[in-house]
C-alpha cells in the first residue's frame, strides 16, 4: 500500500494527508493543537512526508501522540501547582517547531543529499544520508525524552533535585531532575529509536547511539536550564527546545562518526 502511495508526488500525498489527519484534529474535543498550531504541523507534515515518506511520518507522528499524552498526566495536580503547560498541553507554532526544527533541516538534508541537489561523494562512510537520518531519529528521541522526563517527574516525582547542585528543589524547576522523570525519558527515547530502527531509517547500533545521546542532551538541557534560562530573555523554552534536539541528533551523529571511523 505505501509503495503504491509512495509511487505519487510525494508533496502532494503530503498535502492530501495531513489535510485529512489535521482536520481531524481540527474538530476533536480534546485540543491537541492550537488554530494556529494546526497550520504550522501541517506544514511540518507535508515536509516529513515529502522528504522521508511514511518512514519518517511515523517516527513524527510517535513523538506527537505519545508527547502529548504525556503531557496531559497529571495535568489537574500539575496545574493546581502552577507547573503544568500552558494551554493544558495543547501545542502552538513556537512548540511545533522548537521540538521539531531541527528534524525538519535533517530531513530536507537527507532529500537534497539524496536527490543530488547537494552533490556528495559515493565512498564515504557512513554517508551522509545515514547520518542525518540518525540524527532526524536521534532529535526526536531527544524531545520525546526531554517531555517524558519532565513531566512525569512534574508528576510523579517524589525528590527532585538541580542537576548543578544536587539540592532538592520543587517540582518543576528549571534544572529539577528525579529518578522517575530520568527513567521515563529513557524508556521514552528507546521507543522511539526501536520504532526509527523498525522501519528502516537507522541500523541497530543507531538505537544505541539515540538512546546515549538523548540522555545527554536531555541532562545538558537541564543544565542550561538550570544556570543561563534565567540569565537570558532570548533563552525561552522553545530556543532551549532547538538546542536540546540539536545536542541530541548532533551528539549521535558525532558518536556514529567515530564509530566507523576509529573503533569499527
Not at 32 to 39: E, K, M, Q, R
Not at 51 to 75: A, C, D, K, P, Q
Not at 119 to 135: F, K
Not at 152 to 177: D, H, N, W
Amino acid at each position: 500500500m505505501f509503495d503504491s502511495i509512495n509511487s505519487l508526488n510525494p508533496w502532494l500525498v503530503g498535502v492530501g494527508l495531513n489535510s485529512v489527519l489535521l482536520l481531524v484534529v481540527w474538530i476533536a474535543p480534546k485540543k491537541l493543537l492550537t488554530p494556529s498550531g494546526v497550520f504550522h504541523a501541517w506544514l511540518l507534515g507535508v515536509l516529513i512526508w515529502a522528504t522521508l515518506g511514511w518512514e519518517g511520518y511515523v517516527v513524527v507522528m510517535f513523538y506527537f501522540l505519545v508527547g502529548s499524552l504525556i503531557t496531559r498526566v497529571g495535568m489537574a495536580q500539575k496545574e493546581a501547582q502552577g507547573i503544568a503547560e500552558k494551554r493544558s498541553g495543547a501545542r502552538g507554532p513556537e512548540n511545533v517547531w522548537g521540538s521539531a526544527l531541527t528534524a525538519a533541516l535533517c530531513a530536507l538534508g537527507v532529500w537534497a543529499t539524496s536527490s543530488g541537489i547537494i552533490p556528495t561523494p559515493q565512498n564515504l562512510h557512513p554517508t551522509p544520508t545515514t547520518l542525518l537520518l540518525l540524527g532526524y531519529v536521534a532529535s526526536f528521541c531527544t524531545k520525546l525524552s526531554d517531555t517524558c522526563a519532565s513531566e512525569v517527574g512534574k508528576a510523579y516525582g517524589k525528590s527532585t533535585f538541580l542537576i548543578t547542585t544536587l539540592q532538592p528543589v520543587a517540582r518543576g524547576t528549571e534544572g529539577a531532575v528525579s529518578l522517575e522523570g530520568t527513567l521515563a525519558g529513557a524508556i521514552a527515547s528507546l521507543a522511539q529509536a526501536l520504532l526509527g530502527w523498525g522501519v528502516g531509517l537507522i541500523d541497530f547500533f543507531g538505537v544505541f547511539w539515540c538512546v546515549v545521546a538523548a540522555f545527554v542532551a536531555t541532562n545538558l538541557e537541564s543544565v542550561i536550564g538550570a544556570t543561563l534560562q534565567s540569565r537570558f530573555n532570548w533563552l525561552t523554552n522553545e530556543v532551549v527546545n532547538i538546542l536540546n534536539t540539536l545536542i541530541g541528533a548532533t551528539t549521535a551523529i558525532l558518536l556514529a562518526w567515530i564509530w566507523a571511523h576509529f573503533i569499527a
